[in-house]
């Protein structure tokens, strides 16, 4: 059975910092590609960042987040850092074959994760 187990996020004050995990098990083959996206009460799923041969970031990271993939393990991290309220959301990894930022055509789910940045 195809799974992504996540672990990590919570509650955490402004400016600090979480690392949230996956890991990816019963796949019929390697993932090329995992990501996480997040999700704010009443708006879209976002794409956060993606890790294949290449690294992907979307615009609003700005270097405050890093996504870390053991493709040995099929596992991948993503560290938070520079949190702000703006950041608080449900978090999501995800895997696929190929790369996009739209999560539609992403075929595999966690469960999700919820991070909140208390002021």
């Known amino acids: 059975q195809a799974q992504l187990t996540q672990s990590g996020g919570g509650s955490v004050q402004v400016g600090g910092s979480l690392r949230l995990s996956c890991s990816a098990s019963?796949?019929?083959?390697?993932?090329?590609?995992m990501g996480w996206f997040r999700q704010a009460p009443g708006k879209v799923r976002e794409f956060i960042a993606a890790?294949?041969?290449?690294?992907y970031y979307a615009d609003f990271v700005k270097g405050r987040f890093t996504i870390l993939r053991n493709s040995t393990e099929n596992t991948v991290y993503l560290q938070l850092t520079r949190l702000s309220p703006e950041d608080t959301a449900v978090y999501y990894c995800?895997?696929?074959?190929?790369?996009?930022?739209?999560?539609?055509?992403?075929?595999?789910w966690g469960q999700g994760t919820q991070v909140t940045v208390n002021s």
């Open positions: 890790a294949g041969r290449d690294k």
């Open positions: 995800a895997a696929n074959q190929y790369v996009t930022r739209q999560p539609g055509p992403w075929k595999y």
């Open positions: 019963g796949l019929p083959s390697t993932p090329d590609i």
